[in-house]
């Protein structure tokens, strides 16, 4: 048996980069997993990887800062799927330039920063959490980011702060479900190559950001795939009300 046989995980924002990793790695370990996104089409060539690897796969399309959407979702996959089991509330964005100071930031671009991030993992949440508790069991992953851990002055404030709410959010509610049987846990990525930042970042900068981490590569999807196995999997049955740093060791504290 595979670790997550007879589990059903939704990763939110599974579409590319890390969450798509994080629903392959899923399949592969057993799991029934609901991709989603809203990229119709990448959605469905990562269902059908999953699915031609023998894998059992479901894409569903929502808006995850708007609650009425995800409440669909999640009726959409017990249907077709059954009650979820893991829950990886991954959906989120840089949504401003980190080159800004506080006082350039327009007002309406904060409240996109926050909603994609912050407001869309406390709506996915307050979603899935209730039908948890009832079936007393569940592990829920929430994404936050190195720059949550240690701001800079390089790092885009609003989602700084959103990122690092959703980590006092995670907290907040292992505390309130533990007694439930439900574990709640966080991951905080440093400098992660995807599709996306292969792209974006050149060459020398690369260079320059290896050079800051004591293990002297970057990270990738990988990486945090299998560390998101783990908070999934029985061997953290006793992990709850962590935030895990998958930073090759560039937060050290």
């Known amino acids: ?3 997550l046989t007879g589990k059903v995980a939704l990763v939110t924002g599974s579409s590319r980069g890390i969450g798509a990793a994080i629903a392959r790695l899923f399949a592969k370990e057993g799991a029934a997993v609901a991709v989603h996104g ?20 479901f894409d ?9 959407e995800i409440v669909a979702m999640r009726r959409a996959i017990e249907s077709e799927l059954g009650p979820i089991d893991v829950l990886v509330a991954n959906a989120g964005a840089s949504l401003t330039s980190p080159h800004l100071s506080l006082e350039d930031i327009d007002e309406a671009d904060w409240r996109r920063s926050v909603d994609a991030n912050l407001t869309a993992t406390f709506l996915t949440l307050k979603a899935f959490l ?23 002055a390089m790092s885009p404030i609003p989602y700084t702060a959103a990122k690092a709410g959703i980590q006092l959010l995670t907290q907040m509610v292992a505390a309130q479900a533990g007694p439930f049987g439900i574990r709640v846990n966080c991951i905080a990525p440093e400098t992660i190559i995807t599709e996306r930042t292969e792209v974006q970042i050149p060459a020398a900068v690369k260079t320059k ?37 998958v930073a090759g060791g560039a937060v050290l504290r």
């Open 130 to 152: 209730p039908g948890m508790k009832e079936r007393r069991r569940g592990t829920i992953i929430t994404m936050s980011s190195a720059a949550a851990r240690r701001p800079t």
């Open 209 to 245: 950001l290896i050079d800051e981490h004591p293990i002297r590569r970057l990270g990738t999807t990988a990486d945090v795939a299998e560390a998101a196995l783990f908070l999934a999997s029985d061997a953290a049955a006793w992990v709850s009300g962590v935030v895990l740093d």
């Open 1 to 3: 048996m595979t670790v």
């Open 60 to 68: 569903v399309v929502a808006d995850t800062t708007k609650f009425d």
């Open 38 to 57: 809203r990229d119709a089409a990448a959605l469905a060539a990562v269902r059908v990887d999953i699915e031609r690897g023998g894998g059992r796969a």
